[in-house]
């Protein structure tokens, strides 16, 4: 069975850093591209980051450009975001996505719609 297990989220003060892990089982994922989402309240999910498969490019949203990095250790199907510079609007439950089918260039993969599974989310929360 496929699964996505997020960590590492937590309450931290502004300007500070985190690092959150997205643990992928069930299949391999090597190949396959990844992201991060996150949901803050009463809002709706919006993209973070994303990262393809075997290249390991990346791709961010501006809110995060500059501040966040993501990356992957296709050895133990992993994916990270390192967060710097935390701000308080970066309050919001982050969560992991993969792409199960094969990839290709016409995905977006700063649409919520184009991965196939998620996982629980993990809360952070940044004070001011």
């Known amino acids: 069975q496929v699964h996505l297990l997020e960590s590492g989220g937590r309450s931290v003060q502004a300007g500070g850093s985190l690092n959150l892990s997205c643990a992928a089982s069930g299949r391999t994922y090597a190949g396959y591209p990844m992201a991060w989402f996150r949901q803050a309240p009463g809002k709706e999910r919006t993209f973070v980051g994303a990262?393809?498969?075997?290249?390991?490019?990346?791709f961010y949203a501006d809110s995060v450009k500059g501040r966040f990095i993501i990356s992957r250790d296709n050895a133990d199907d992993t994916v990270y975001l390192r967060q710097n510079n935390l701000k308080p609007e970066d309050t919001a439950v982050y969560y992991c996505a993969a792409v199960l089918s094969p990839p290709d260039a016409k995905m977006d993969l700063t649409s919520a719609l184009t991965y196939d599974i998620w996982g629980q989310g993990t809360q952070v929360t940044v004070s001011s």
């Open positions: 990262i393809t498969g075997l290249e390991g490019v990346t």
